[in-house]
Each structure stands twice: as C-alpha cells, then as structure tokens.
C-alpha cells in the first residue's frame, strides 16, 4: 500500500542551528502539507504546497520556516534557526486532489531542540 | 477563524460499554475526517465525511456528520482494549485541503 515516508525519525538539534526534514509523499498526490503536534497536544496546520508553490500557511509557519520540493518525490521543511520552542512531532501529509480527498500522514519526525 | 472543539477530552470506559465523542466546529463545512493516534505514533484515518448526513461504520467505531449544527459524532458499540487510543476529529480549513484539528478525545478502555 502506498504510504508516506519521513526522515529521520528523530532529529536532535541545538538551538539556533538549522535543520531540514524530508518527507516523500505519496507518488500520484498532488498537495502536500506539514503539520505540528506539540508533546501532549493537537496537530496544528502549518502549510500546504501545491503546484510547486505554497497554497497556504497558518500563523505559525513564519520566516523562520521554509518548504521545497527539491526533486520530483522529495518535500522538504526547512527550519533556519531553531528555538526550543520547536521540539515537537512533525508529520508531512500528502492528498491526491486536495480538498475532499483524504489526507495520509507519515510516521513523523520528532524534533528536539536542546 | 475556524475552530474546532471536541469532548469529552478524556474518556475512561469499560469494555462493553458504549459512549460517543462529539466535535463541533464554528463555521460552515461539510468535510470532516476521523483520526485515530497511537502513543508516538502517526495518525490513522478513520472516516472521511463530505455531506450532511454522511454515516459511515468500521467495526465498533461509527461517525456521522450534521453539518447544519456543525456536529459529528464518533460512537463506539461494545468497546474493547484495542480502542484505546487518541482520537482526532478534523475540518478541512480551505480549499487547499488543510485540515484544522480539534484538541482530541483520549479514550482508555479497561477490562
């Protein structure tokens, strides 16, 4: 079954450093997201990419944040410098038509910032 | 701004009980997804709704949608061990299929 794959699993980093995780969504899907499940609470929305470009971000994807689709599998989160606050789960998701298709998600990669 | 609001967010049940999880949400829709997440886990589709009055029904688990009181339900028949877990509702937030999350139902079913 086709299925969403992220890398790495956990990433430890230091605040201020930059770190970039990598997501390959599903093949024939067209929209992909990111989104952030802080320890303990809900998923939150941070970006959507369509069309080789960002369809549409919530409040907390700021400057700091950054996404790509470097090749024609992978899709990238970029964050510049890290802040503690970060450390969470972050799942990439991928759907085939966006809106009233349904959304997979990957495992997740887990973002500590010491 | 979209919200999305479910309860209980916990929920201690026997196995063999029955209970229902709502979730609410603030503006018009008619798309809700069901989640369910494991401890560390990803998150699992359950059910994908896209109209009033969608019911759909997976074993224990069945959720339906009214979306005009903005309400779906999750109902779960009989619980056992293996329900445990967390449960997400979601709304689509805009046409670009993001999904706006509610806080979650953390469902422990004990023998």
């Known amino acids: 079954e086709p299925e969403v794959t992220q890398t790495p699993s956990h990433q430890v980093t230091q605040m201020g450093q930059e770190v970039i995780l990598r997501c390959v969504p599903i093949s024939n899907h067209l929209y992909f997201y990111w989104y952030r499940q802080i320890l303990g609470q809900k998923v939150e929305f941070l970006v959507s990419?369509?069309?080789?470009?960002?369809?549409?971000k919530s409040e907390i994807f700021d400057d700091q944040f950054s996404v790509e689709r470097p090749d024609g599998s992978n899709f990238t989160l970029k964050i510049r410098s890290t802040k503690l606050e970060d450390s969470a789960m972050y799942f990439c998701?991928?759907?085939?038509?966006?809106?009233?298709?349904?959304?997979?998600f990957g495992q997740g990669t887990r973002l500590t910032v010491v | 701004e979209l919200k999305v609001e479910q309860n209980p967010l916990f929920l201690s049940m026997q196995e063999g009980k029955n209970y229902t999880i709502y979730c609410n949400y603030s503006t018009t829709s008619d798309r809700l997804y069901w989640y369910r997440q494991d401890p560390g886990k990803s998150l699992e589709s359950l059910f994908v709704?896209?109209?009033?009055?969608a019911v759909k029904q997976e074993g224990r688990l069945m959720a339906s949608l009214d979306t005009k009181a903005r309400l779906s339900t999750l109902h779960i028949t009989a619980a056992v061990h293996d329900l445990s877990a967390t449960y997400f509702c979601a709304v689509a937030g805009g046409s670009q299929g993001n999904l706006i999350f509610g806080k979650g139902t953390k469902l422990s079913v004990k023998p």
């Open positions: 998701a991928s759907t085939l038509g966006g809106a009233n298709t349904e959304a997979f």
């Open positions: 990419f369509y069309n080789n470009e960002i369809s549409e």
């Open positions: 709704l896209l109209s009033n009055g």
